[in-house]
């Protein structure tokens, strides 16, 4: 089911909570702030929020960014110019996305992806603790959907930055290197 609206009209987020029970979310949002405007993640969050505990839903899943939040130092050389000048705005608005989602007082993990790639996906995630590399965006939706279906999920709370190269492998790596199938 498609269900069109705007996520910063509160009444387009909840028509989205009506049409079916809804077990946890997963918020993905961007654009171009120039298209969207400059708060479109926070004001857009803070409706699902709102919908989310009108209708008694716990857990949440939220995409961010590498160099979000305290991740800046995570984020390679060339994107913190990049954060730092023409990515400003948006990265404005990203903190203070998390910044409700950890007020938010919902299971909540922040998912902060190092460089989204449209490759098919590798099974391969990994937590990074240095910088992060890049990670294919099906994986980057697998991890959401652990999150928000996992009850044990190791990241609940937390923030983790993700990517399919560096750092330590995640506990549900599926991939066949990971199983010694390569």
């Known amino acids: 089911t498609v269900i069109g609206g705007d996520v910063t009209k509160a009444a387009d987020v909840a028509k989205v909570f009506d049409a079916a029970p809804i077990d946890g979310v997963i918020v993905a949002l961007g654009g171009k702030t120039s298209d969207v405007g400059d ?46 000048t023409v990515m400003k705005k948006i990265f404005n608005d990203k903190n203070n996305q998390e910044k ?12 902060r992806p190092g460089g989204l790639t449209v490759d098919a996906p590798t099974g391969v995630i990994n937590v990074i603790d240095g910088e992060a590399g890049s990670i294919p965006r099906a994986d980057v939706a697998q991890f959401c959907l652990e999150a928000v279906k996992d009850e044990d999920f190791p990241y609940i709370g937390k923030a983790p930055c993700i990517s399919s190269l560096g750092g330590t492998s995640w506990t549900k790596d599926r ?5 010694g199938e390569m």
Not at 100 to 107: F, N, T, Y
Not at 175 to 179: H, I, L, T, V
């Open 175 to 179: 991939s066949k290197a990971a199983r």
């Open 100 to 111: 409700a989602v950890e007020q938010s007082g919902l299971e909540y993990c922040i998912v």
């Open 39 to 84: 708060t479109m993640l926070t004001d857009g969050t803070n409706n699902i929020i709102a919908a989310m505990k009108d209708k008694g839903v716990k857990r949440i899943a939220i995409v961010t960014s590498i160099g979000a939040g305290d991740s800046k130092d995570q984020a390679p050389f060339a994107f913190k110019i990049l954060m730092m």
